[in-house]
């Protein structure tokens, strides 16, 4: 190769080069589309809703899920905070489009001999739960829910010996390939309703859009880390 051509090459290597690092720079700092972290796989489940059936995690695959934990009788502030922001997501959730991605709400008791499925199936209903969108579901075996709740979705609470049960209420978002896309907890961060809804729009926009070559935008924005604040 003649001289002349090997300075061509080079020059063609480092415009090429400047044009990707400074497209990549660009993508970072403008954030052009913006996505939610991809943090975890959600656990594995079986539960007994509301209504006597049966839900598995394998029943959630291509919807949105939204769980949350608490339990009947708990009183403390943050459980009502919860069931308030609940309310607030149901009456909102129309807002966002979801472009035909089915969005479900699911509260799973960490109080199961108490909150029988009779006793969910009335707490659902005195709050004004809506029976199309909001589930009430119980997991029987305490080493299971341990697991599930504890473990996978990693939502703390622990029996006392007078019997009231310590619990931080969380709300844990799952996308239809059962990957945690957000953990919302009103002891490290401010779990309210808009803030939500912000993240299952962001999450619903990115289900629509990234499909052909469109999805590698999306990848983009994750590999730069573009969140949704």
């Not at 299971?144 to 007078?162: A, I, P, S």
């Amino acid at each position: 190769m003649s001289q002349r051509w090997k300075k061509i090459a080079l020059y063609t290597f480092y415009t090429v080069m400047i044009i990707v690092v400074g497209g990549a720079f660009s993508f970072k700092v403008f954030q052009p589309i913006q996505v939610l972290p991809r943090i975890r796989l959600a656990p594995g489940f079986s539960v007994v809703m509301d209504d006597g059936e049966r839900l598995t995690n394998e029943d959630m695959r291509g919807k949105l899920a939204l769980y949350s934990f608490t339990y009947t009788r708990c009183q403390e502030p943050d459980c009502q905070r919860l069931i308030q922001t609940m309310l607030e997501l149901q009456d909102k959730i129309d807002t966002v489009d979801f472009g035909g991605t089915e969005i479900q709400f699911v509260t799973i008791t960490v109080d199961p001999e108490h909150d029988t499925q009779e006793a969910l199936r009335a707490y659902a209903e005195s709050i004004g739960a809506d029976p199309a969108l909001w589930h009430f579901a119980r997991i029987d075996d305490p080493m299971l829910l341990k697991y599930v709740v504890g473990g996978g979705f990693e939502t703390y609470y622990d029996e006392q010996e007078d019997g009231r049960i310590q619990l931080d209420p969380s709300f844990v978002l799952v996308d239809g390939w059962g990957i945690v896309r957000g953990e919302y907890h009103y002891r490290t961060l401010a779990s309210d309703s808009d803030r939500i809804l912000r993240h299952l729009d962001a999450l619903a926009e990115e289900i629509r859009n990234s499909t052909g070559v469109a999805s590698l935008a999306y990848e983009a924005a994750h590999y730069f880390l573009c969140y949704t604040p």
